[in-house]
């Protein structure tokens, strides 16, 4: 297994993209001035149907011209959140044909550049960053796990609650888990206002899906000992 960095506790910029790329719903295609909604990939995302490969590769194309498209993904939270984007990557690149939702099998595409934009700001990745990094195991059953959790549980995230440092601020209206990465749960805590952010990273990441419930687990523990109680306040 490959080694993560020391005390990581947030995916990086190539792991947002890695993640959001396999397993989005759906993503938009903009290529000879039109825009094209591709929907349902069937679970598998986007990398079922596309292959990024380097420019400086021979023999994709042949001869024929190459057409510029751009791919636009959205990652939208599952839970009722404030503000519910995430955040936005976008891939350009060139084609050797026009995009056709229809044809079988993969569509080949000479990467140009990935672009992640969130709260953090905007960040570029390079192709040979995305074929280097492991998909999160958790990516594709994310989105389940976190309104399982509301819908289920809600009971549990004021106990996570207690493990929020520094504690939340007076006037707190509703906290809901925003985000469930390898690394840790994210919660948003919403005042009249504003929002507030803030990650509860896991004891140590997750490799396998089959460890994630140990490692939430870890995290109740621990609120259930942590010594001083945490509702939402009135």
């Known amino acids: 297994m490959r080694p993560f960095p020391t005390r990581a506790t947030r995916p990086t910029a190539v792991e947002r993209v890695r993640s959001i790329l396999s397993s989005a719903h759906s993503m938009t295609v903009v290529t000879d001035g039109q825009h094209q909604e591709v929907r349902h990939l069937g679970g598998t995302g986007p990398m079922s149907r596309l292959h990024l490969h380097d420019p400086a590769e021979e023999g994709h194309f042949g001869q024929s011209a190459r057409i510029p498209v751009r791919l636009e993904f959205t990652d939208i939270a599952p839970t009722p959140v404030r503000e519910r984007l995430r955040a936005r990557v976008t891939l350009t690149g060139l084609l050797g044909a ?23 700001g905007r960040t ?5 960053e995305l074929h280097a990094t492991e998909v999160d195991p958790i ?28 504690q939340p601020e007076r006037g707190m209206t509703r906290a809901l888990p925003l985000a469930l990465d390898r690394y840790g749960i994210t919660l948003r805590l919403e005042y009249p206002q504003e ?12 490799f396998d899906i089959d460890q994630a419930g140990v490692r939430i687990h870890a995290l109740l523990f621990a609120a259930r000992r942590s010594s001083h109680p945490h509702g939402l306040p009135a």
């Open 195 to 206: 929002h507030r952010d803030v990650r509860l990273p896991f004891p140590t990441p997750v």
């Open 139 to 166: 990516a594709s059953c994310e989105a389940s796990m976190l309104t399982h959790l509301v819908d289920s549980h809600s009971e549990l995230i004021p106990l996570l609650l207690r493990l929020v440092r520094p």
């Open 98 to 120: 026009r995009y056709e939702q229809e044809a079988p099998g993969s569509t080949c595409v000479e990467f140009g550049q990935a672009l992640l934009e969130d709260a953090d």
């Open 124 to 128: 570029y990745v390079t192709l040979d």
